[in-house]
């Protein structure tokens, strides 16, 4: 399985930003796709997760500003970022999760005050 990211850039305060993940590869026993994050001298961090199921997860600093989704047809899972904060800056990783954990390269997202 391969993830590759896309969307991210510079943005100032209050923007948005679209993030797109396409998986290749054959995926068996998909059980989430999800959305972490990782800030120069910080550990990585969920920031959203949609199950097989449909279910979503969010963290609380991103609950009402991020939406995750996913196209099925597609393998890909989005990450819809809107009034985006300085805080938010960091690589953003994709995660597959199925007997396994696979990530994407990461995209860096920079958010100016």
């Given at each position: ?6 969307g ?7 923007g ?30 969920l920031?959203?997760?949609?199950t ?32 985006l904060?300085p ?27």
């Amino acid at each position: 399985v391969q993830l590759v990211e896309s969307g991210g850039g510079l943005v100032q305060a209050g923007g948005s930003l679209r993030l797109s993940c396409a998986a290749s590869g054959s995926i068996f026993r998909l059980l989430a796709m999800g959305w972490y994050r990782q800030a120069p001298g910080k550990q990585r961090e969920l920031v959203a997760v949609i199950t097989r199921a449909g279910s979503t997860n969010y963290a609380d600093a991103v609950k009402g500003r991020f939406t995750i989704s996913r196209d099925n047809a597609k393998s890909t899972v989005y990450l819809q970022m809107n009034s985006l904060k300085p805080e938010d800056t960091a690589v953003y990783y994709c995660n597959v999760l199925t007997d396994r954990s696979y990530w994407g390269q990461g995209t860096q997202v920079t958010v100016s005050s």
